[in-house]
């Protein structure tokens, strides 16, 4: 089993940027891809961004190219997520989740909570 626990959230204004972090334990080896994904209220989880562990590999929602940046500490098993240029409909609770073979994501952490003001 692999655990996930994300922090590093808040309430930024428009324009403004945060770092979020996802510190991985347990049998992290078996995991191929890390990725980020957001939930707003009423709306479903939609992908943010992904990256493999080994190569760091990176992919990106169209919505947030540009302006987030995700990256992976192999030592310290934790995956970040620099977002930039934030705007208020990136506000959501963001999850961090890894995937064993690369397809569907097998292990989710509880979120933090993004709150962009305009």
């Known amino acids: 089993q692999v655990q996930l626990v994300e922090s590093g959230g808040g309430l930024v204004q428009a324009g403004g940027s945060l770092r979020l972090s996802c510190a991985a334990s347990?049998?992290?080896?078996?995991?191929?891809?890390m990725g980020w994904f957001r939930q707003a209220p009423g709306n479903e989880r939609e992908f943010v961004a992904s990256?493999?562990?080994?190569?760091?590999?990176?992919g990106y929602a169209d919505s947030v190219k540009g302006r987030f940046t995700v990256s992976r500490d192999n030592a310290k098993n934790t995956v970040y997520l620099q977002m930039h240029s934030l705007k208020p409909e990136d506000t959501a609770v963001y999850f961090c989740?890894?995937?064993?073979?690369?397809?569907?994501?097998?292990?989710w952490g509880r979120g933090t909570q993004v709150t962009v003001s305009s």
């Open positions: 989740a890894g995937s064993i073979f690369g397809g569907q994501y097998d292990y």
């Open positions: 347990g049998r992290t080896s078996s995991t191929y891809r």
């Open positions: 990256i493999t562990w080994s190569g760091g590999r990176t």
